[in-house]
């Protein structure tokens, strides 16, 4: 039965509306239409709401009560139930489209909706912006809604402060001040003393695009040691094509770039047009350790002890970005790049206490830090490649792998004092098992391939995720080009890789939001198990079926994902809901710092691994009933977008 909602509740329905997405985001006036134009209409437990046999969908339904499943009918799908609850929209995208619904959305009790008729969809489309963006973007939507949820509540935490997530254009205090590139040496320096600045910026005759920057460092180095003549263009010592970013980039990506290219500067630009420059000096007033200090201070550790100091440095710097909102792959970047850093000078140091072997080698990232998505909490992981001599004998290469073996003990020492403990499961370069040549890793991966017992499938999934760290790259590129050339042959491999990875299924319930995957822990979801494995398994099968070489999950979905002609917005949807999981375990991991600081530092200083503390069980998981509403949303969206690559893989690899 219809029933027509009359002017005296229509303020009631306006404030039902505001508490979900994306209708507390609308203006007043059009929240106010769009209730006027909602009929609500009551549905009995078991009633079909709309199905694929209705045809075109003429309405749009907007769960106010109760509780709907959304079921794929086609034998050839074994999708789990979607379930929905209060205040969200079905079937949008059919909406959108003007075809029917692909799923049947049955009542699974007792259930209330507001139904919005085509015209009233086609009005609220085109007088709501808001409303718009959610509908034909609702997953990147809702993500953009969460971090300014997360920075709106930093910024109370600490007032005035700008966060690391902040776009480029607040830091900008001043026009930006140029010279043309004939301007004497001489006078640019005129300048810079008497407006006080440390940079200036050049740009081409008739033109106010940089063609290059000139800074206080220059001066030393390219003016007052080689003797210039000042009367020289500025041209002849300024740097070419300095870096710049837009000014919609974030803080985090410019004091990012800096760490990575070691300078001091970059220019912001608005749609090409310069509009300002940005120091290493601003991003430094915005918080204790700037990323750049941060990589020199790295450069000049000289034992293990300042090297564990700076390790603890960028995870206290990790978890402050964590609070401020910044996105997911941003952060794992950050991480990862600062601890190949760390790995990188645990080589150096360890290099000096116990020389390896003067031939070619490389120490190869595994797991986590080969696919460059490594969080707060992290394990080594890590394996050694070594290039004998061709005439080198088994007794001499026994040898080379002993000198190593005592080199790669060494390192993996260092990294444990660095606050990165030894692999419960012995993977690390220290391992004989580990420390091979490039022809006994072909061997050894030509054998996992070829009997893909379980052992096999777990080493693969760990072992194929490699990168170079540090030594001779091209040992680990030959290495994958390898790899890349012959796994998509292993028909059975790949069809046992796909049935293992979905022993795993995402915990959503047909009844309830969330379903307890561990009975151990009620009301919980392990984020790394349930959330992100799914998406990691499936890139990684992808990426090997696709002949693609990347190790990032992302960068694994997209590259393969596209050579298998999957659209741009399925792909972006995969791609955010990883991240979005990826999110919630950095802030899992940040509560988790937050309330036992001192207890971390002692796990540190005693050398004990993560997983023995008493609160790491909960490392990776999170309570769903401590989610607000608009993550638990986003949460169990993204980990429907799990299930439907999980299908993918099902149909692609016939399990």
Sequence with gaps: MAVQPSPTILAATVAELRGHAPFDQMTESAISRLAANLTLRYYAEGSVIKSPEDGV???????????????????????????????????????????????????????????LSESGFAEVMETSPEFRNFATARLAHMLDLSRQHIQSQFSRNVSGAQTMASP?????????????????????????QQLKIGSMIVVEESSTIPC???????????????????????????????????????????AKLMAE????????????????????????????????????SIDRCADG???????????????????QGVAAEQLTQFVTTMNDAIVGKAI??????????????????????????????????????????????????????????????????????????????????????????????????????RSPSSAALLNAAIFFDFRALHGKSELVTELRDWLRSVAPRQ???????????????????????????DEAYPGTIDLKKFGIRPFIDAARIFALAQEVSATNTADRLRQAMRKMRVGDDEISAYIDSFHFVQL?????????????????????????????????????????????????????????????LQARVEMDFHV
Aim: charged residues 20%; hydrophobic residues 45%.
């Design 57 to 115: 969908v003429n309405t749009l339904s907007i769960l106010q009560r109760g509780q709907v499943v959304g079921v794929n009918p086609s034998p050839s799908v074994s999708e789990r139930p979607l379930t929905l609850v209060e205040g969200e929209m079905f079937p949008i995208g059919a909406m959108i489209s003007k075809r029917a619904t692909v799923l049947t959305f049955s009542a699974a009790t007792d259930v209330f909706c507001y139904e």
């Design 168 to 192: 480029l254009r607040s830091l900008i205090k001043r026009p930006p001040v140029t010279v043309n590139a004939a301007t004497p040496i001489s006078q640019v320096l005129a300048m810079m």
């Design 212 to 254: 290059g920057i000139f800074t206080e460092r220059d001066v030393l180095a390219r003016v007052a040691l080689p003797q210039v003549d000042q009367s020289a263009p500025i041209s002849k010592v300024m740097t070419v094509d300095p870096v710049a970013l837009p000014s919609t980039a974030t803080v985090f990506e410019a």
């Design 261 to 296: 290219r070691r300078f001091r500067h970059v220019l912001v630009t608005d749609e090409g047009r310069l509009v300002g420059l940005v120091s290493e000096r601003d991003l430094f007033q915005m918080q204790r350790l700037s990323l750049g200090e941060i990589a020199k």
């Design 305 to 323: 002890v300042s090297l564990a100091k700076v390790a603890d440095d960028v995870r206290q710097m990790a978890e402050a970005l964590v609070g």
């Design 348 to 449: 150096e140091l360890a290099a000096i206490e116990s020389p390896p072997p003067s031939i070619e080698w490389c120490w190869i990232g595994l797991g986590s830090e080969g696919r460059m998505e490594q969080t707060l909490v992290t394990d080594q992981d890590n394996a050694l490649i070594f290039a004998p001599a061709v005439s080198a004998s088994t007794t001499e290469i026994e040898a080379l792998r002993a000198a190593f073996l005592a080199f790669a003990t060494v390192a993996n020492r260092l990294l444990d004092q660095a606050g990165f403990p030894f692999c419960r499961g012995n993977i690390m370069a220290k391992n004989p098992h580990w420390c091979l040549t490039q022809s006994e890793w072909r061997n050894l991966f030509e054998a996992w391939m």
């Design 491 to 517: 028909k059975m491999f790949l069809h046992q890789m796909a049935a293992n990875a979905l022993q795993v299924r995402p915990p959503l319930g047909l009844i309830r939001d969330f379903v307890d995957a």
């Design 584 to 644: 919630l375990r950095l802030r899992s991991n940040q509560r988790m710092a937050d309330t036992d600081i001192a207890g971390r530092s002692a796990l540190v200083a005693s050398q004990t691994e993560p997983d023995n503390g008493p609160n790491a069980q909960m490392a990776n998981r999170i309570r769903t009933d401590a989610l607000n509403d608009l993550d638990r949303r986003i949460l169990k969206e993204a980990l429907r977008q799990a299930r439907k």
